[in-house]
Structure formats: C-alpha cells, structure tokens
C-alpha cells in the first residue's frame, strides 16, 4: 500500500530458459484499481536486468474489465529469454497493489546460450522511472490523438481540410512509438510534449477554424472551474462577457479569462489595458499565464501560474490550443468604487477580441495578519527534504510570507536533546544554531510548529527511565528559555509529539511525552491529530494533555456528523481545534472545494487554524514532471531545485484565508453594535447572515466534492463574501 513501484524479485534458483511470466490480480472493489504497467526484467546475475516488457500493454492481448469487480491474469507466453533472476515491477493506479499468483513458464534449453539484446539496467528504480516517463508521454500523445481523431470524425469539413487533418494525424501517430528516453530530472512535463504533440493538438484548431470560429477567441470563466486542452468557447456566448473583480484593500482576489487559438498554428497574444488606473504591471493588478502540464493520471490541468514579465504582457497559445490567463487584483491605496476599462487582445495575425473588465475596491481595509492561522509542514528549517533544496527555500519562503503563512513547521532537528546526568539533570547543553536559524527565517510568526516525532529516548535516556520526566523537564526547560529570549513566548511553541496516532502505543507515547513537558514547561502548546475513524477511540489521556486538536478534514467527511460533533464538545470545553487536509493528488483536487473551503470549514467548527500536508512534499521528483514521481505528491506549489511557482490551488487557500477574515469582521461589527448601537439598520440582517453563511457555502451543491474535474456550482463562496462585504458597508455607516 502506498508503494509506487512495487518490486518483486523471484530466484529461480539457476539460471532458467523462460518463455513467459503471468500476474494475477483482481480490482474493482475496496479502492483497488488495475495497475497501470507490469514491467517484467530478467537477469543471469541479479546485477544486469534485461527488459522483457510490459504485461499491461502487450499488444494483442485482451484489456482487464473498465467496470465492477473482476479477476485477471496478465501474461504473455511470447518470451525467448533467459535468467536466474526475474523482477516484476508494479506501478499501480492508486495506494493499493494487489497480487494473487505470479507465474514463470519455462522455455527451450538452448536459449540459455543466446545474447540478451533488449534494453537493460544495472538499476530497477532508474529504469521504472525512465520506463514510466516514455510510456506516459506515448499514453498522453495515444489519448490525445485518439480525441482528435473523434473530433474529425464528428465534424462538418471540407474534404480538403479532412484529407490535410488526416495525414497530419498519420504523421504524429507514426512517430508515437519512438519516443526516446527522456532525462528525468531536466524534462517537463508541460503541454504540448514535443512536435508530435503539438500536430495532434492543432487538428482541432483548424477544424475550429473550419466552423467558422475567428483566430482568437476569449471568454471569462469562474477562476476555479477545471479547464481543458482544447476548450473552445461556449456555444452559445454572445461574447466573451465582463471580467469583474472585487477586493478590499490589502487583500488579494482573483479572476480568470480563457482564449482559444482556433488556427493549425502557434500564435503569439499581446494585451493591452485601457481606461483602467493600473496596467499589467501596476501595483494593483497582475497578469499570470496559467501552464498546462499533465499529471500522473494523465489529467491534464492549467494550474501553474507563471507571471506574465515582459513589458507588452504578450502570451503564447499553441495551436488548437486554450490558454488561460490569470489575475490577481490587489488593491492598496486606491478609494473604495468601481473603476471599468477594456482589456484589448491582439493576436499575431491582427485580430483583436475587446474583453470589458471592471475592479471593484470595496470599503474596509484587510489586516496585515489574518486571523486563521495557516501553515502546511514546510520544514523550512532543512537543507534538503521533499522537494525543498537550500537553492529554492528561500523562494518558497518568500511565496509562503505572501500567502500570509504565520504557522510554520520545522522538523525535530530543530530542537536536539542535549545529554543528561544520573539524575536527569542536562549536562550537555544543545545546539541551539538550527533553531535560531529557522527562527531568523521566520520573523514574526504567529505560532512555531515542530514535529518532534517523539523517540524511544532523550539523548541518553530512554522513556522507561525513572529520569525521563525529570530529563524532559530539562530539555523543555532550555528550550523555552533560549526561545523567549528570541521573543518567543511559550504559547507559540507548539509540539506534534507523534504524528496521526490511531494506535494505543502511539497514544501512550504522546501521553508520556506530553505530561513531562507541561509539567516542565506548561506554557507550551501540544498539537495532536489523531485520526481514529471513531475519535472516542483515542485515549482520553491523549486528548486531554493536547492544547490543539487537528481534524483531518478526509476524515470529517467520511465519519460526518458524530465525528464532527465529538470535536465541538471538546471545544465547548474550550479544547483548541484546527484543521488540516492531507489528501494526495493535489493538481486533481479542487482548489474550490479542497482549499478554498477548508477556510470554512474551520469557521463552521470553531478552528483556529488551517494546515495541508505539505507545501514540500513533491513525491520524489520535479513537480514540473508527475510522469517521474514514484510516490503521491501533496505540495500545492510547483517546485524545482532552484524554484518555486504558484498555482491557483495556492490563491484558493489565500481566499479561503481572506473568506475566513470577512466572517470575523462582520461578526466583530454585529458584536459592536449590539452592545454599542443595538437598533443600528442593517444589524438583524447581519446577524441572520452570520447564522447562515456557513451552511449557504458548505452546504451548496457539489461543495462536498473534492475533485476537481466535474462540473459544479463554484459560486457560492464569493456570493457569501460579497453579501458580508454590503453588509459591512451598511453597518459602518
């Protein structure tokens, strides 16, 4: 479970002619999907592995059932080869792989004696990866043709543009099966994938062109609704509508505009605001393109959003291609109103596409700190874990301080134990240069998470020893001290003694831990997420030497109401509670629901503090290439070794963060004028409001859908804020 791949080495026992190797599975129930390759290798010496295929993409054979519960046996009998040694490695399609029996068929005896020609490999996970890479670029480019070819099918064309598509068809289906290796760690897994790609995906260009569609065409779109490739304009649009944005000052919102190059050719897109007080580089509004790459379902998604630079703000549409361009209005010392322009769009060719725009500045003005605390296991106090390098921390930094990120998280390096006499008494003070440096990277913070990730030992001393408490004591102790004199105070050191226990052992350890250090230093913070399906399972010891509750939100959905109601009595008892997510996936979440509502959620249960796991973890590899990550990936952000790129998965949590700030504000108004002005107009009506606003966003239609794919209602958020926002005006007055 949660092992991608998975490596399966049989000894033969001597080296043996083999003919063929079966696999048999079964899927369809329980979460279990069919694996997605079965990469077979044999080896003489169990050094050098020679490739014998894939036995979930032998042409000729018979696919597993698309639907319900089945067995199956994948297998081929069409080997002349080889070996002692036969490794069968399994990358499967979700968390789980399954296997019933594996089968080696012998073969004639004077194979023994021949060369092995194929492709070989001192290095199963290189070659998995490597294998995966070429295999995913020929899926993606097999997919993609194959719509293309529907689509010329469907269409109503002239024989010349028929014949023209094609053979452009044949041409790029001609060159699918030599697609060469590609070099893991430079390769880009961004659309189109090379010149075979780019022919596939321009057929529908021209036959866009052929309907009768203009060279370009624009047409706004809800910021958080899922894209295609090739998506073209609606069908029934009169025109491309009004891009409309609305921000209080100092804080950060966005919208969303979808072009189409309806051409057999790449085209290049300048734009030009008019009539508007900022252009694209303006202190106010800010242009990104948003990149199409492909993931490892081979998903495509436009999700990475990469600043638009250069002075003539221009972008490229590949041909047959969509583009989305995203902005991000950040109004700072403009006066409340509404200020329209046009934003002009001119293609290479000299079409143009006018697109009304208009920026909102509604009254009020945003904290410098937001009120829900947020954080997402960044660890930015290491050199090189997950995907952070010490070449792209301090552009992660830089993109979290933007994001308004005041909970940062270290990891237990950060707070060494020292060494500890006959008594438990600390004779050996700690280093404290790790801690002062991810302090120093963080100025300010709200609150300082680690994980301690709590040992069998401190230092020297195990926990069954009568000195442990004492030796906790200590460290706990040292540990405050040299924090408050950085102007740390207690309270903002928090603690994950262990992280999700669901097990008695575990709950022993967080208690053992956790009593030695408040009766050390009771002033410091314990932050637990335990995550029992039925939370009643924790120890009640657990639950009470925890400061800090984190919910983890998969589980509020799956357990629903009980599980939810358990947590509020805690809190009515005044336990702290957060909420964190920690769901993988993350290009196929929706940043509507998954990111953006989390904010809510929190304002629904009382929480006080947002987390997901983990703006790092980018499962192996270059978030720029899923086709090469051999684990789940979970970072929201775009990472390479030397960078760090937002994505609308990101501005959904800043949303989020900001809905959660409007909700505060208004009730802090209501509260105000209730002891102050009770007959105030408009206060009845804020009050009803702030009964409602949760279950009117949490409660709309598909908003306990976390995928992001489907089609759905994305509204309800902004409409909810933006009534708060009439509201606050109205009670300022």
Known sequence: MNAAPVTIVIDLGSIQPIAGVSFS???????VLWPRSIFVMVSDDGRRFFSAGDLAALPGKADPPSAGYAAFRFVTGDLTMHGRYVAVIVDPTGPFTFCDEIEVFAGDPAWLGSTLTADSTTDLQKFFVEAHMRLSIQRRLSADLEKARAALEASQVSAAVRAFSEHELDIAGSQIGAVPLQPSDSFRAVLPLNAAHARILAVHGLLRQASGLPSLSAWVVNPWDFVRPVDGPPAAAAGPGTLTIAAMAAETRSGALNFSNSTGRPMTVALRLSGLPDGPQGSALHLYEAVWTDTRELIPVADALVPLLDGTASFNIPAGMARQIWFSFTPTDRAPGTSRGVLEATADDGFRVNVPMELKVLSGRFPDRSRLHLGGWDYTDAEKIYGLTATNREALIQQLRRLKVDSPWATSSVLPSGSYDALGRLNVLPDTSRFDRWVSRWPGASRYLV?????????????????????????????????????????QLMLLLVDEPRSAGQDERVVTW?????????????????????????????????????????????????????????????????????????????????????????????????????????????????????????????LSSDSVTSSKHVEAIREGV??????????????????????????????????????????????????WVPDKDRSAADRVRLAVADLLDVLRR
């Open 25 to 31: 599975t079964a899927a369809g129930t329980a979460g």
């Open 658 to 707: 900001e809905d959660f700030e409007y909700l505060a504000m208004l009730r802090d108004r209501v509260d105000e004028l209730g002891r102050n002005d009770p007959n105030h107009a408009g206060l009845s009506e804020a009050r009803a409001l702030l009964d409602n606003a949760v279950t009117l966003v949490l409660q709309a239609p598909g908003a306990a859908d976390m995928q």
């Open 514 to 638: 956790g009593r030695a250090i408040k009766a050390g230093e009771p002033g410091v913070r314990i932050w637990e997420d335990p995550t029992y399906a039925d939370p009643a399972g924790s120890r009640p010891q657990l639950l009470d030497v925890s400061d800090i509750l984190a919910m983890k939100r998969s589980l509020m959905l799956q357990q629903g109401g009980p599980y939810v109601d358990f947590f509020r009595q805690r809190r009515a008892r005044g336990q702290a509670l957060d909420v964190y997510g920690a769901a993988g996936a993350p290009r196929l979440l929706d940043p509507y629901t998954y990111y953006r509502l989390q904010a809510w959620v929190c304002a629904d249960v009382g929480a006080g503090g947002s987390f997901f796991w983990s703006f790092v973890d980018d499962a192996g590899g270059s978030s720029w290439n899923e086709y090469a990550t051999t684990a789940t990936l979970y970072s929201p952000f775009f």
């Open 451 to 491: 994980f301690v990730n709590a040992p069998e030992t401190l230092g020297n001393v195990e926990v069954t020893d009568s000195r442990f408490p004492t030796a906790v004591g200590q460290w706990i102790k040292f540990w405050v001290a040299h924090a408050s004199a950085l102007g740390i105070q207690p309270s």
